[in-house]
């Protein structure tokens, strides 16, 4: 590169990173009055936008949430946490991906169950349903987390294991039940002790936790999904904002968490350092595992540029919520964007998460 080249490049450099910072400020500007005019208008109760570029960060609440460090029903970005805990037994050589789930159900059998291993579980290719045909009236009944699972055991399964794709509450259900064999400890206990203390998240908890109930912020149920009564009155003893939903800590679905510390999940994985999990462990989870012409799934993350908002590279890895939630991260540009709101994920298309989080995806571009 010759002197003149060098020079007009330093001069690109000067101006378009004050340019450029100028345009991503707006870009969160805009996402922050996305969520301010959803919760003006009473469509959205409450938001929260907590992004992470590269050594900057920037956070916002709105309508019901006093503060960034509101609680929200994170709906099934639960998963992923739920899934780290278990792998934390994967690192100890407790068990391997390809290990049929017969070896710790020995009773999970007949019509092809023989052959489900821990990766069809943890990638959505099992052929289990993604919530029980029973699933309102176990509910209804207040039923425990044992009773999901023994359906889970009998559940018919959709096709022969490994050849398609079919998204599953009750994968991940049994799969996480895994852990509480190899432990003989309850999951709720085990993403407390594998996940929130060592990744200090401090504002999380699989269920209700030790957290006072009127700590959390309460879900908008009308719209809701069917699995959780989908409005109707009659479905407030067991939907979202139930104390029996609160408590039983659902690994599909059941974890409380402020939008900084999803943030701290996210970040343990996208810089791949001192963590929960080991570092090849850590790359496994946040990576296809499917084979071509199926969904890409990491393990318990979906994976891949549909895992983000517009723009996202392929390495990224994220979860969305039916509560209303949305996190993603993009080693590409170095960002995190979490949006976690109130109003059910089916209630408006647009929803406001996902605008919001477009502006995010938009302005780290550059």
Same mark, same amino acid.
């Given at each position: 590169?010759n002197?003149?080249?060098f020079?007009q490049?330093?001069l690109?450099s000067v101006v378009?990173?004050p340019?450029l910072?100028?345009?991503?400020?707006?870009?969160f500007?805009t996402?922050d009055?996305?969520?301010?005019?959803?919760?003006?208008?009473k469509?959205v109760?409450?938001?929260v936008i907590?992004?992470?570029h590269?050594?900057s960060?920037h956070?916002r609440?709105?309508g019901?949430?006093?503060?960034?460090d509101?609680?929200?029903?994170?709906g099934?970005?639960?998963?992923?946490?739920c899934?780290a805990a278990?792998?934390?037994?994967?690192?100890?050589?407790?068990?391997?991906?390809?290990d049929?789930?017969?070896k710790?159900?020995p009773?999970?059998?007949?019509?092809?169950?023989e052959?489900?291993?821990?990766?069809?579980?943890?990638?959505h290719t099992?052929g289990?349903p993604?919530q029980?045909?029973e699933?309102?009236?176990?509910?209804?009944?207040?039923?425990?987390?044992?009773?999901f699972?023994a359906g889970?055991?009998?559940?018919r399964?959709?096709f022969?294991?490994?050849?398609?794709?079919?998204?599953s509450?009750m994968?991940?259900?049994?799969?996480?039940h895994?852990?509480?064999l190899?432990?003989k400890?309850?999951?709720l206990?085990?993403?407390?002790?594998?996940?929130?203390r060592?990744?200090?998240?401090?504002r999380?908890?699989?269920?209700?936790?030790t957290?006072?109930?009127?700590?959390?912020?309460?879900?908008q149920t009308?719209f809701a999904?069917?699995? %959780?009564? &989908?409005?109707d $009155?009659s479905? *407030? /003893?067991?939907?979202?904002?139930?104390?029996?939903?609160?408590?039983? +800590?659902a690994?599909w679905?059941?974890?409380?968490?402020?939008?900084?510390?999803?943030g701290?999940?996210l970040?343990?994985?996208?810089?791949?350092?001192?963590g929960p999990?080991k570092?090849s462990?850590?790359?496994?989870?946040?990576?296809?595992?499917n084979?071509t012409?199926?969904?890409?799934r990491g393990?318990?993350?979906?994976?891949?540029m549909s895992?983000g908002?517009a723009?996202?590279?392929e390495?990224?890895?994220?979860?969305t919520?039916?509560?209303g939630?949305?996190?993603?991260?993009?080693?590409?540009t170095?960002?995190?964007?979490?949006?976690l709101?109130?109003l059910? %994920?089916? &209630?408006?298309? $647009?929803h406001? *998460? /996902?605008?919001?989080?477009a502006?995010?995806?938009?302005a780290?571009? +550059?």
């Amino acid at each position: 590169m010759n002197r003149r080249t060098f020079v007009q490049c330093s001069l690109v450099s000067v101006v378009t990173t004050p340019l450029l910072a100028a345009l991503q400020k707006q870009a969160f500007e805009t996402a922050d009055q996305i969520l301010s005019d959803a919760t003006t208008i009473k469509v959205v109760n409450s938001a929260v936008i907590h992004v992470i570029h590269r050594d900057s960060a920037h956070s916002r609440s709105f309508g019901g949430a006093k503060s960034t460090d509101a609680r929200f029903l994170l709906g099934s970005i639960t998963k992923p946490i739920c899934v780290a805990a278990l792998m934390h037994y994967y690192d100890r050589g407790d068990f391997s991906l390809d290990d049929r789930l017969q070896k710790f159900l020995p009773q999970f059998t007949g019509d092809g169950r023989e052959v489900v291993t821990l990766r069809h579980l943890l990638t959505h290719t099992s052929g289990l349903p993604d919530q029980l045909p029973e699933n309102n009236e176990l509910r209804k009944q207040h039923a425990g987390l044992s009773d999901f699972v023994a359906g889970a055991i009998r559940a018919r399964l959709s096709f022969t294991p490994g050849t398609k794709y079919q998204y599953s509450s009750m994968g991940i259900l049994l799969a996480t039940h895994v852990a509480e064999l190899i432990s003989k400890t309850g999951i709720l206990e085990l993403v407390d002790r594998h996940v929130f203390r060592p990744l200090k998240m401090t504002r999380s908890s699989l269920g209700l936790g030790t957290f006072d109930p009127m700590d959390l912020i309460p879900s908008q149920t009308e719209f809701a999904a069917p699995e %959780a009564g &989908a409005g109707d $009155p009659s479905a *407030r /003893d067991w939907d979202w904002n139930s104390p029996y939903w609160r408590k039983l +800590g659902a690994p599909w679905g059941g974890a409380f968490c402020s939008a900084p510390d999803v943030g701290k999940f996210l970040a343990a994985f996208l810089r791949n350092q001192e963590g929960p999990l080991k570092p090849s462990t850590v790359q496994m989870m946040e990576t296809n595992q499917n084979p071509t012409g199926l969904t890409p799934r990491g393990l318990g993350f979906n994976v891949g540029m549909s895992a983000g908002s517009a723009g996202c590279s392929e390495r990224t890895y994220g979860h969305t919520g039916s509560t209303g939630t949305l996190c993603w991260a993009d080693p590409a540009t170095e960002t995190i964007c979490v949006v976690l709101t109130s109003l059910p %994920a089916t &209630a408006v298309k $647009p929803h406001p *998460r /996902d605008l919001a989080a477009a502006k995010i995806a938009d302005a780290v571009q +550059g």
